[in-house]
């Protein structure tokens, strides 16, 4: 797989998750910013987008389920297993 494809399927399952947050989300400086997520995500720093999206948890409840399988992919994707892990522990506590 090419690392156009790759990050193809990792920006994929970014959005995936993004578009699975309520509307009602709560934004914050320390959490998660929607306008930094996407700035993230349009210049390919995949990690830091993905870490934009868990900051989710700073002011919210979790999306659920769905939201942190999509993370975990990306993660796994990224050959980030320290996030993996850390996304299925609010996967498992969903």
């Known amino acids: ?5 790759k990050w193809e399927l990792i920006s994929a399952e970014l959005l995936a998750a993004y ?3 309520p509307a ?3 934004e914050s400086d320390f959490g998660y910013s929607e306008e930094d997520f996407l700035e993230y ?3 390919n720093e ?3 987008a993905m870490e934009e999206l868990d900051g989710v948890m700073e002011d919210n409840k979790s999306p659920g389920h769905l939201f942190w399988e999509h ?7 990224m ?15 969903t």
Request: net charge positive.
């Open 79 to 93: 050959n980030r297993p320290e996030h993996a892990k850390k996304y299925e522990k609010y996967k498992v506590a």
């Open 41 to 43: 995500l349009s210049v």
């Open 1 to 5: 797989m090419s690392i156009s494809d």
């Open 24 to 26: 009602e989300i709560k």
């Open 46 to 48: 995949l990690r830091l």
């Open 19 to 21: 578009k699975l947050l």
């Open 71 to 77: 993370l975990i992919k990306a993660a796994t994707l």
